[in-house]
Every structure is written in C-alpha cells, then in structure tokens.
C-alpha cells in the first residue's frame, strides 16, 4: 500500500484529491495539510511514499518544502499540483515524478499516480527472491552478475551502495555491480552496526570508512579508504556527532 499525503490550502481541491485518493487501490491517505510548514512537519513524522503538493501555499512553498527535504534520510515521491506552469522546470529539477496544472481531470490525476505506482518499491517477497533469501534474514551473501558470470560477494565486503529510485551499484574490492533493486530493499537486511545510510542514494560500510570531517554547513564528509567522499545529510551527521567520545 502506497501512503500519501496531500498539501493543498484550497478547499475544494483539497477535497477532490482527497476523494481520488481514497478511490485508487493502492493509496492510504494520510494527512491532509493546508499550508507548507504544516506539511513539511508531518512528511517527516508520517514519511508517506508519495506527497501531491500545491507549490503556491501559505508559510513555506511546495518547492521549498521539497527542498527541504533533500538531505532527510526519508524521500518521499513528489506530484506537484498548482495553477501556474512557470515552475514546471524546477520541478523536474527536483525529480518530481509529475506535475499536473489547475484544473486538471481526474484522468490525468490516475496518469501521475499510474506512474507513481510504477516507480513503487518491490514487495517484500519479490526482493527476498531477487536476494534468494527469506524476508526477516539478515543479508550475509549475496549473488551478483558480472561479465557474464553469476558469483557469490560476502556482504561484509561490501564498501558503499549507490542508486537511483531502481538500481544499485555495489561497491566492492576496487569493482562495482549494478544490481536492479533501489537501495531502500537492501537497507532494512543490512547489519545496522556496520552499515549506515549517509544520505537518500548511498549507504557505507563504516569498517571501510578513513574518516570525517566536516563542512562548511557542519555536515560531515565522509571519505572512504578508497579516497571518495560522500556528505551525510544533516540528520545523519548530527547522530555521528552526538556518537563521537
């Protein structure tokens, strides 16, 4: 079940989103907010998968509640709905899944969230097959491809995983393999005293890391053995902080 949270300040579009909501199979509402401090509040207690977002609210703007969001450990799927189309830009520049201009149909809403549906994470049982390990099984193996060649890699080895919403590479040894699963179905199966999501698209193994240090934002750069570098978001770097002796 995809949950999804709606911030719109106008009545009746609030309504009608919310009444489309409820219809599609597949979707549970829940939170309706009427400006952006409001949403950007309950995104991060909620942390629903999609949010369909009005950009010109009260308080902060669908875009800056977005932008908000960008170094948050949860990110959620974002449909933008508003009146004016000079923001479609920025939009996508945000990775917006879709956005739909005032008065749109209740066609084109099912259009947005099909494809939002679409980019939905696997279930539970399709990620254990794709692992080939039962679904409560902390990851120790896994298989992975390459040149050809199916082969076993011991978790432990593994560096730094990076994706987008689809794939993974996996970082290992000097090599990578493009394993296709998004990240978040690796997260959960992961030894958490060893691994750590720095930020949305990358989770290290901190047995590689050489160090961190901070930045300029008082974020922390984290560099790995192997001389790369990936800046934790703020949430992340504040809990290493608060680690440190």
């Known amino acids: 079940m995809t949950t999804v949270l709606i911030a719109e300040d106008e009545p009746l579009a609030a309504e009608s989103l919310a009444d489309w909501v409820k219809a599609t199979p597949g979707l549970q509402l829940v939170a309706v907010c009427e400006d952006g401090e409001t949403a950007l509040e309950q995104i991060r207690a909620l942390k629903p998968a999609l949010v369909l977002t009005d950009i010109q609210m009260p308080g902060l703007t669908g875009i800056q509640v977005v932008r908000a969001l960008q170094h948050d450990a949860h990110q959620p799927r974002v449909i933008f709905t508003t ?29 947005a969230v099909g494809h939002a ?14 692992l080939g390990t039962p679904p ?18 011991q978790v432990n080895d593994i560096e730094c995983l990076r994706s987008d919403n689809k794939y993974t590479a996996i970082q290992s040894k000097g090599r990578s393999y493009l394993v296709r699963l998004p990240i978040a179905s690796f997260e959960e199966r992961l030894d958490k005293s060893r691994f750590l999501r720095l930020q949305r698209g990358c989770i290290v193994n901190l047995d590689f890391v050489d160090s961190m240090t901070p930045d300029e934002n008082s974020q922390l750069v984290v560099q790995l053995r192997d001389g790369s570098r990936i800046t934790a978001n703020r949430e992340v770097s504040k809990m290493l902080r608060e680690q440190s002796l």
């Open 83 to 111: 009146a004016y189309d000079e923001h479609a830009l920025t939009a996508f520049e945000l990775h917006a899944l879709d956005y739909l201009l005032k008065p749109f149909s209740r066609e084109r809403f099912d259009e």
């Open 117 to 130: 549906l679409r980019e939905a994470a696997p279930s539970t049982a399709e990620v254990a097959q794709a």
């Open 136 to 153: 409560d099984a902390p990851l120790t193996r896994l298989l992975v491809r390459d040149q050809g060649k199916i082969f076993p890699l």
